[in-house]
Nanobody
Framework: QVQLVESGGGSVQAGGSLRLSCAASGATFSGYCMAWFRQAPGKQREGVAAIDGDGNTNYADSVKGRFTISRGNAARTMNLQMNTLKPEDSAMYYC?????????????????WGQGTQVTVSS
């Protein structure tokens, strides 16, 4: 059974940095597309970034140049380095995974989801 567990959320002032991690288990993830999504109260969930097994990446326009997605050992971990954070980045951040490539459809659908980690950026 695939499980995704996020960590690394917290509170930071605008301009600061946070690093989120997602630990995956229950499958061989080398061919999986893995992604970060976020959802703020009262807003729709939005894709933040995605990475496939070859290291190809996709980013939402709102985070390009500030966020960096990466994958770790045996593709079982995924990280999101978030720099120059803004109050509008405040949201619950979710790790997601699926067994096919990201490509142009990196925004969805995803079969597996973590429970989320909260990021709060104060002005």
């Amino acid at each position: 059974q695939v499980q995704l567990v996020e960590s690394g959320g917290g509170s930071v002032q605008a301009g600061g940095s946070l690093r989120l991690s997602c630990a995956a288990s229950g499958a061989t993830f080398s061919g999986y597309c893995m992604a970060w999504f976020r959802q703020a109260p009262g807003k729709q969930r939005e894709g933040v970034a995605a990475i496939d097994g070859d290291g190809n990446t996709n980013y939402a326009d709102s985070v390009k140049g500030r966020f960096t997605i990466s994958r770790g050992n045996a593709a079982r971990t995924m990280n999101l380095q978030m720099n120059t954070l803004k109050p509008e980045d405040s949201a619950m951040y979710y790790c997601a995974a699926r067994s096919w490539a990201c490509g142009r459809t990196w925004l969805g659908p995803f079969r597996y989801w973590g429970q989320g980690t909260q990021v709060t950026v104060s002005s």
